[in-house]
T-cell receptor, first 112, second 114 residues
Framework: NAGVTQTPKFRVLKTGQSMTLLCAQD?????MYWYRQDPGMGLRLIHY???????AKGEVPDGYNVSRLKKQNFLLGLESAAPSQTSVYFC???????????FGPGTRLTVT | GNSVTQMEGPVTLSEEAFLTINCTYT??????LFWYVQYPGEGLQLLLK?????DKGSNKGFEATYRKETTSFHLEKGSVQVSDSAVYFC?????????????FGQGTILTVHP
């Protein structure tokens, strides 16, 4: 039981490049989330999904897109990376109706 | 809007000292409250939780009580260890448990010296 996994662990992009972060969970959770973590700001929700094929905007969605084609996967895309998107990105999942979330190990992204 | 606020600034303690990290929340509805811990280089792990007023969450010697009258959920531990050095986040779910969206405090860095 791997829990929540994220790939890649590290990535460096140039401004304007695109990339996709992959999150996978093997706990059969209905809900999945993408957060970014910046110093002194805690975690902020980017997008979330309450089920396969559905997504919704969180607190800071601009510049990101997501897709949930399979229940176990949640993809975060950056179409045109900007230095302001330099951050650590965390994926999380939870059961429907339960507040506690399970987090992946994070992806450290640097945009130069 | 809904918010969770933690005490500012890092906390530095000696081993076996008493720990308190303050957390307050806005009282829009009745959120479920959580403490998460993040060890260096890792993701967040749930430390403890409380879902209604007067509930006490506890785990690994840490405790926190959901106080409705003071809108607080302070984290305490009677005797900290070096291995407790980490970042601690207070969080709450607002809007019911229909999708469990968490609102986080800004995090408190705890360093414990031998």
């Amino acid at each position: 039981n791997a829990g929540v996994t994220q790939t890649p662990k590290f990535r460096v992009l140039k401004t304007g490049q695109s990339m996709t972060l992959l999150c996978a969970q093997d706990m059969n959770h209905e809900y999945m989330y993408w957060y970014r973590q910046d110093p002194g700001m805690g975690l902020r929700l980017i997008h979330y999904s309450v089920g396969e094929g559905t997504t919704a905007k969180g607190e800071v969605p601009d510049g990101y897109n997501v897709s949930r084609l399979k229940k176990q996967n949640f993809l975060l895309g950056l179409e045109s990376a900007a230095p302001s998107q330099t951050s650590v990105y965390f994926c999380a999942s939870s059961r429907a109706g339960h507040g506690e979330q399970y987090f992946g190990p994070g992806t450290r992204l640097t945009v130069t | 809007g809904n918010s969770v606020t933690q005490m500012e600034g890092p906390v530095t303690l000696s081993e076996e000292a008493f720990l308190t990290i303050n957390c307050t929340y806005t009282a829009t509805g009745y959120p479920s409250l959580f403490w998460y811990v993040q060890y260096p280089g890792e993701g967040l792990q749930l430390l403890l939780k409380a879902t209604k007023a007067d509930d006490k969450g506890s785990n690994k010697g840490f405790e926190a009580t959901y106080r409705k009258e003071t809108t607080s959920f302070h984290l305490e531990k009677g005797s900290v260890q070096v291995s407790d050095s980490a970042v601690y986040f207070c969080a709450g779910t607002y809007g019911g448990t229909s999708y469990g969206k968490l609102t986080f405090g800004q995090g408190t860095i705890l360093t414990v010296h031998p």
